[in-house]
């Protein structure tokens, strides 16, 4: 029987420390059989072991698009990140997964694309962000919003540099507080709503941050005429088995781990437990 | 650091029962010395060394003389752990503190009550950073085996934060309220495998209150089972004392200026990611 | 299906079963602990088995859900590797009371099909059991009837209800049929033996005093209704978050994980054991971010997720009428008083 609880093996091929506290793996199955089994979307989560520490849920940073490796971006907050932080290249890791639902993309087609990220919210979202702009003529535009505490905090830098100067994209950055040579936006995310000007009778939102930074942007969202089917975010809930078995990720009536991570904000608003 | 860490014992009032626990863990100590060095441990051996890396800290502090040292251990130790209940929570001498300090000197020494000095009887963590508690009384001796692996691997270590009821109720231990007597269980730390309700004893309350007791519910319950305001204060006496549960017990107001009794504790809810 | 075979067993054949079970393999079966208190264990003397038992302060799941169990076995790198640990020994659980049985098929839909993929370790240790129920009598805190649990059979493979002196038993499955047959001397049941086993089911109505409220098709909707109900805050007051009412509950399979090294510090165990919804750190995340940090939350947390969300999901509440929670809490919360006065200010507020 195939065993769920079963972690394949997995090796990182690449360290790349994004701010003080984040850093980036690019992890490679070590099995070829596992590897082409290995199909995911946007959105989707896996566990990962640390073996002897533990496991954790981590979003999958990088679009599955021409890789046979993916990205893992992870913030140091405690045991099992703790622990990964130390690992280098050629650390040996377990990964189960993928897991959990993905974002809508052929639903989303045509539409007017719109990213709110905040802080580390920008990891889900990336390889969303990735896929849409692969596919960039389908959609009517692309918009990503992203802002972090100081410029410290900003995640993937190169990446939002490139995306400011491609074509048919537009990235605006923020941060809350600014630092010598910061002479971009100051202010909460929220505060970059206003220099977008899109149909929003044609768009859809995908928001993920910190809870405070997604209650405001979400509020603000609605103000500017989004749609609650049309804003849709991605919930952290300590998943620890990410089959809907250990009841950790419950909210409301929904199992954060097999109903989502990915909510539409009609849907959270429908969880008796979440707090708007 | 190079080679084993190095690990020191150090011991300030307390009986010494939680080192001799230690001691007698048999098979594993031997299995742990693989890793360790010990360079100080004066219940177990003559040898000494200023030079460590761990220091395992048992008894609490009752003297402003005592202080000094501990802040010595402090600055030498990269990991300072407070070994048991007199470390962690004062211990149950903690209870002098309810007398005057004249009186009690008078009380116990007599007329060489100026030869002596006391003061107030605090845990470690009134004085230093206490990296990992290891609470009880004794400590559970399965506890200091998980919390060495924890320590050699540089993890953080995650102290139990249930009553001890879970470990009652995994151990299928008949409830002590059934027996029509009390106990501390539901709001006493677990992560002594419930020994002693294992043994037809009610839970007296070693390993400390839980992070969030219901002291209201406590009163409440004890009151039902017959017992007075001062009686049940004398059920906490033992060790929760320093916890000061008559402010939860809405007994009395809680003290406004109170020295750091909650000081900083940096593995109160530490995430496991 | 074949017909299901009646037969009377005396007492002394259902010792020789017991004999014979524990012979063939492991057995787990009531015993008794304390003064009033029993306990399902595996038993390497059948003869240390009680018949007559009330409750026991761990439900039977914990024959294929241990309360503590090592599910996966790692090395740590260089050569990092990981199997999985499941057990698929055949055993006998012995004494399983109706609502207990009720239980164990709700585990099978949690554990099992339901969100697509199955624990594998439930699963096994599910199929490797042949279990033999046995009918009861209730005390104050049951309420199965309330729940429709009393008349369970569903999940056992032979069902033993207490007719005269000896035992009316029922096959229900082949494995039962196998437990019996040829292992000791029953002769086929009469009507009236039949007739007296089918009493019992009234008799243990008559003698249930608790009872909830309401009928369990509108408890869903009532509840509902009442989710910012001061019974929350006022229970409460009275809740140590002990976890006791979940850690004995029958139909609770929350649980949390852990990673254990031998000392080698180079390989170990991947173990998990049964949590709690109530515990202050259940639903701590990263951040720090606790979204049910009031007690409150987690108290009302533990009567939808019975009564609301997995009735909803399920058909049927997940609470099978055992009475474990209200007896072994220490502040004396009822689960049905909880419930009734919710239930009470439900209909007042509608009227």
């Known amino acids: ?276 | 650091m190079g080679g084993k860490p190095r690990v020191a014992f150090f011991d300030f009032a307390c009986c010494e029962g939680c080192q001799l626990t230690v001691l007698g863990l048999g098979e594993p100590l031997i299995e742990l010395l693989e890793h360790v060095e010990v360079v100080t441990w004066r219940e177990a051996m003559s040898e000494k060394s200023e030079e460590f890396e761990v220091a395992v800290v048992e008894g609490s502090i009752t003297r402003d003389s005592d202080v000094p040292r501990l802040k010595r251990i402090r600055e030498q130790a990269s990991t300072l752990i407070a070994l048991g209940s007199c470390a962690t929570l004062g211990g149950p001498h903690v209870s002098a503190n309810r007398l005057d300090q004249s009186d009690l000197l008078t009380m116990v020494y007599g007329d060489r009550a100026r030869e002596f000095e006391a003061g107030e009887v605090r845990p470690l963590s009134a004085e230093v950073q206490v990296d990992i508690p290891i609470y009880g009384c004794p400590i559970n001796a399965d506890e200091f085996v998980s919390v060495m692996k924890h320590v050699l691997l540089g993890r953080p270590y995650r102290v139990p934060n249930q009553a001890v009821c879970h470990e009652c109720k995994l151990n299928q231990y008949e409830c002590v309220y059934d027996r029509r007597q009390i106990c501390l269980g539901p709001v006493t730390r677990c992560g002594c495998d419930a020994i002693c309700t294992s043994r037809g004893h009610r839970c007296f309350g070693c390993r400390g209150l839980v992070d969030d007791p219901n002291l209201n519910a406590a009163r409440e319950v004890l009151e039902e089972h017959g017992y007075r305001v001062e009686d049940i204060l004398s059920v906490f006496e033992l060790y929760a004392t320093w916890a000061r549960p008559e402010e939860g017990l809405g007994i009395v107001e809680p003290r406004a200026a109170v020295k750091s009794r909650k000081g900083s504790e940096p593995w109160r809810f530490r995430s496991s990611i | 299906m074949t017909a299901r075979r009646r037969a009377m067993l005396g007492e002394a054949d259902v010792w020789a079963l017991l004999e014979r079970a524990g012979k063939r393999g492991p057995l787990m079966a009531p015993v008794k602990r304390g003064r009033n208190s029993f306990a399902f264990e595996w038993v390497e003397d059948p003869g240390a088995v009680a018949l007559r038992y009330v409750r026991t302060v761990l439900p039977p799941k914990r024959a294929m859900f241990p309360e503590r169990e090592a599910f996966l076995r790692f090395r740590r790198p260089p050569g990092a590797g990981a199997e999985a640990v499941v057990s698929e020994e055949p055993y006998v659980l012995f004494g399983v009371h109706p609502c207990d049985l009720a239980a164990i098929n709700q585990l099978d839909w949690a554990m099992g099909r339901r969100h697509e993929v199955v624990d594998p370790n439930y699963v096994a240790r599910r199929g490797a059991a042949t279990i033999v129920g046995m009918e009861c009598l209730p005390d104050e805190y049951c309420f199965c009837p309330s729940v429709g649990t009393c008349d369970t059979r569903e999940g056992a493979d032979l069902f033993l209800t207490p007719v005269g002196s000896g035992y009316l038993a029922e096959v229900l499955t082949g494995k039962g049929r196998e437990l019996l047959d040829g292992r000791v001397s029953g002769r086929e049941a009469s009507s009236e033996e039949v007739g007296e086993a089918e009493a019992w089911s009234e008799t243990k109505r008559r003698m249930t005093s608790c009872q909830v409220d309401a009928e369990m098709g509108e408890l869903a909707d009532l509840l509902d209704s009442r989710y910012e109900s001061q019974v929350w805050e006022e229970t409460a007051l009275r809740c140590y978050s002990c976890g006791t009412c979940t850690i004995v509950c029958p139909t609770c399979f929350c649980y949390d994980v852990e990673d254990r090294l031998d000392l080698t510090l180079m390989s170990g165990t991947r173990e998990r054991e049964y949590d709690s919804c109530q515990y202050p750190d259940f639903a701590l995340v990263a951040g720090p971010h606790n979204f049910r940090e009031e007690r409150s939350d987690r108290v009302r947390h533990r009567w939808f997720r019975k009564f609301v969300r997995l009735l909803r999901e399920y058909g049927k509440p997940f609470c099978v009428g055992c009475g474990r929670c209200t007896q072994s809490c220490t502040a004396g919360i009822g689960l049905t008083s909880v419930l009734n006065a919710v239930i009470a200010e439900a209909r007042e507020s509608a009227a």
């Open chain 1, 1 to 276: 029987m195939n065993n769920p609880y079963l972690p394949k093996l997995a090796t990182i091929q690449k360290v790349k420390v994004e701010t003080y506290d984040t850093t980036t793996f690019t992890l490679r199955l070590d099995d070829s059989g596992e590897r082409k089994a290995f199909e995911y979307r946007p959105g989707q989560f896996v566990e990962l072991s640390v073996f002897g520490a533990g496991e954790a849920p981590f979003c999958i940073s990088s679009s599955a698009h021409g890789r046979d490796d993916f990205d893992l971006s992870v913030r140091k907050v405690g045991r099992v990140t703790g622990v990964l932080h130390e690992m280098g290249e050629g650390g040996q890791v377990g990964i189960r997964g993928p897991l959990g639902n993905c974002f809508p993309f052929e639903e989303v087609k045509g539409k007017h694309i719109l990213f709110v990220g905040g802080g580390i919210g920008l990891f889900p979202l990336r390889p969303q962000i990735q896929d849409v702009y692969r596919e960039r003529a389908q959609f009517a535009s692309v918009t990503v919003l992203y802002g972090a505490r100081t410029p410290e905090d900003l995640v993937y830098q190169d990446e939002l540099e490139q995306w400011q100067q491609q074509e048919g994209m537009t990235c605006l950055l923020t941060v809350d507080t600014a630092a010598d040579g910061w002479s971009g936006n100051v202010g909460v995310v929220g505060s970059l709503l206003p220099k977008v000007s899109i149909d929003v009778s044609n768009a859809v939102a995908f928001v993920c941050g910190p809870p405070i930074m997604i209650r405001f942007v979400v509020q603000d969202l609605s103000g500017m005429g989004f749609g609650d089917d049309a804003i849709i975010t991605t919930l952290e809930r300590h998943m620890r088995c990410g089959i809907g078995k250990c009841n950790h990720c419950m909210i409301g009536d929904k199992w954060v781990c097999k109903d989502g991570p990915v909510f539409s904000y009609r849907e959270m608003r429908a969880m008796a437990e979440f707090e708007e």
